[in-house]
């Protein structure tokens, strides 16, 4: 029997005091699902709160998002998200964090998931995000006492996309810049363009345009 994969999903529906919606974003779910799912993976979802977490993104015309949000099965599973004290590592062999603007402002400091995550890849498992989702990797550190991302290739969604976007004063921190004072050879690509790292079970995709090369990236590992 197939380990599962544990999906990460924001809990968090605003940007900062701008009064503008967030959450997960929908395709930076559905396109690395579609990859793991039809190669026979279960997925679990789980959310700092738990419960029906907040989607972003929601654009029904891209046909991987309405496969995933017509899926029965998956659409009850999102909608009822596991709190991370559900959660048992052992059960996985992977763990993605999807991105969303949410994930800026309760994926970093939640001790909780960055545990579990330790505790998959010190099982040998997979540690992958895209987007905003490395924030969840910022603060996840290892046995040794180093930070997950220390001395290992990286990326995320950059400051110049943060500009693009307008967010960069509004956002607690700069993605870019925290996982390069936490170590992380962090490497970039042009705006929204797709690119995927992986180094040594980490794997990481800049921006939603990368969301299902992560899902391949991950696919590869498992296969290895």
């Known amino acids: 029997m197939k380990k599962k994969i544990l999906f990460v999903v924001t809990s968090h529906d605003k940007k900062g005091n701008t009064g503008e919606d967030t959450g997960y974003y929908l395709g930076e779910v559905s396109h ?13 979802f789980v959310s700092p709160k738990g419960g029906t977490p907040p989607v972003d993104g929601f654009d029904l015309k891209d046909p991987v ?7 029965k099965e998956y ?21 993605f964090y999807a991105g969303g603007h949410g994930a800026m402002w309760d994926f970093a400091d939640n001790t909780e998931l960055a545990d579990i995550a330790s505790k998959v ?3 040998g498992g997979i540690v992958a995000a895209v987007c905003h989702g490395p924030a969840g990797l910022v603060n996840i550190k290892l046995n040794n006492g180093k ?22 004063n ?3 921190f700069l993605l870019e810049d925290k ?8 490497e970039k690509s042009g705006l929204w363009q797709n690119h ?9 995709g800049q921006n939603p345009q990368s969301a299902k090369s992560v899902g391949e990236a991950i696919l590869k590992e498992l296969s290895k």
């Open 170 to 172: 509004v956002v607690p």
């Open 179 to 186: 996982l390069k004072e936490r170590g992380a050879k962090f």
């Open 32 to 44: 690395p699902w579609e990859v793991l799912h039809k190669a026979g993976y279960e997925i679990d």
């Open 196 to 204: 995927v790292v992986a180094d040594q079970r980490v794997i990481t």
């Open 147 to 168: 930070y997950l991302v220390d001395g290992k290739k990286i990326n995320a969604f950059t400051n110049e996309e943060e500009a693009e976007v307008k967010l960069t």
């Open 75 to 95: 659409k009850n599973k999102i909608d009822h998200s596991l709190q991370p004290s559900q959660v048992k590592p052992d059960n996985y062999s992977a763990i």
């Open 121 to 123: 890849y010190e099982n």
């Open 65 to 71: 998002n309405k496969e995933f949000w017509e899926n």
